[in-house]
C-alpha cells in the first residue's frame, strides 16, 4: 500500500473499462461521479451493488472507498491486538479486491478501488470531496448505538454536501 501526498489514501487501484463522461444526452444527465462505502458488511455490499447499477445505468465513474477505522481498543493494548487487527484489514481488503474486480469486469463499469484509514465519516466525507462526487452511497449502520451518536449516513446526510442514498 502506497500514500499519496496528504497521505490520505493508503491505496488506489483502476478496474473495468477506462471511463469518460460521454456526450450530453437529454434524461441521462444525472451523477458522473458516485462514491460508495464499503467495509463487508452486508448493508455497505448492497449499497455497493445499487451504485454500480446506478453507475451502468448512468455511464457514471464508481468509486467505492473502504476506511480501515482503527479499534481504540486495539490501539491501546499492546502488539498482538494491533497485529491482529491490521490482519484482518488486509484480508478484507484483498477480498474486496477480488470481489470488485469479477464485478467490474462483468457490468463494464470503470470503478475505482481506495483504501483510506482513520473515522469512517471523516474519510468518506474528505474523498467525496476530493474526487467531486455528485452523489454518495452508503449501507444503513446495523449497530443499536448509532442512534444515540448518529452513523455514518446520518452524520453524511447532514453534512448536506452532495446527495446521499442509503440503502438498508
Known amino acids: 500500500m502506497s500514500a499519496d501526498e496528504t497521505g490520505s489514501f493508503q491505496l488506489v487501484e483502476e478496474y473495468g473499462p477506462a471511463w469518460s463522461p460521454g456526450v450530453f444526452e437529454r434524461g441521462t444527465d444525472g451523477p458522473l461521479v458516485i462514491l460508495a462505502g464499503v ?3 452486508p448493508t455497505a455490499m448492497r449499497a455497493g451493488a445499487y451504485a454500480a447499477g446506478l453507475a451502468r445505468r448512468q455511464h457514471s465513474r464508481l468509486v467505492l ?3 480501515a477505522a482503527p479499534s481504540l481498543w486495539a490501539g491501546m493494548s499492546p502488539g498482538p491486538a ?12 484483498t477480498d474486496l479486491r477480488t470481489q470488485i474486480q469479477e464485478r467490474a469486469a462483468e457490468i463494464q463499469v470503470p470503478v475505482t478501488f481506495a483504501v483510506r484509514r482513520g473515522d469512517a465519516f471523516v474519510e468518506l466525507r474528505d474523498a467525496a470531496t476530493e ?3 455528485d452523489m454518495v452511497v452508503v449501507g444503513a449502520s446495523e449497530q443499536a448505538g448509532h442512534r444515540l451518536i448518529g452513523s455514518v449516513a446520518s452524520r453524511l446526510v447532514r ?3 452532495w446527495p446521499v442514498t442509503v440503502v438498508p
Request: glycine share 8%.
Open 39 to 41: 467495509d463487508g458488511s
Open 65 to 67: 472507498v473502504y476506511v
Open 82 to 93: 494491533a497485529a491482529a487487527q491490521e490482519q484482518l484489514f488486509d484480508e478484507l481488503i
Open 131 to 133: 474526487i467531486h462526487a
Open 159 to 161: 453534512s448536506g454536501r
